[in-house]
């Protein structure tokens, strides 16, 4: 089993930043590839980023390109997403995602065993 804990979300105004914290409590970390999606009111959970187990590979949504960085410190057990240059779209309950079993695709919800409780994200405009 898998617990994972995000931290860092907050009310900020739009072009500002956020840093979220996802840290798990697992012996093994590197043996996990980990994502963040993202769920607005009355919406479907979205793909944000995703990163490998040994950080080399990272993906992204194409409406966070060249904003969000995901990275990772497996010596800590911690996944990151800085996000700069925030919008009002970026409103939402961010989530944190571990996945034990590549299975094809990072963007899918499906492809994630276990979730955070997830962290509230405000941007005002």
């Known amino acids: 089993q898998v617990q994972l804990v995000e931290s860092g979300g907050g009310l900020v105004q739009a072009g500002g930043s956020l840093r979220l914290s996802c840290t798990a409590s697992?012996?093994?970390?590197?043996?996990?590839?980990m994502g963040w999606f993202r769920q607005a009111p009355g919406k479907e959970r979205d793909f944000v980023a995703a990163?490998?187990?040994?950080?080399?590979?990272?993906y992204y949504a194409d409406s966070v390109k060249g904003r969000f960085t995901i990275s990772r410190d497996n010596a800590k057990n911690t996944v990151i997403l800085q996000m700069n240059s925030l919008k009002p779209e970026d409103t939402a309950v961010y989530y944190c995602?571990?996945?034990?079993?590549?299975?094809?695709?990072?963007?899918?919800?499906?492809?994630?065993?276990?979730w955070g409780q997830g962290t509230q994200v405000t941007v005002s405009s």
């Open positions: 697992v012996r093994t970390f590197s043996n996990y590839d």
């Open positions: 995602a571990a996945d034990r079993t590549y299975s094809g695709s990072y963007s899918s919800s499906y492809e994630y065993d276990y």
């Open positions: 990163i490998t187990w040994n950080g080399r590979t990272t």
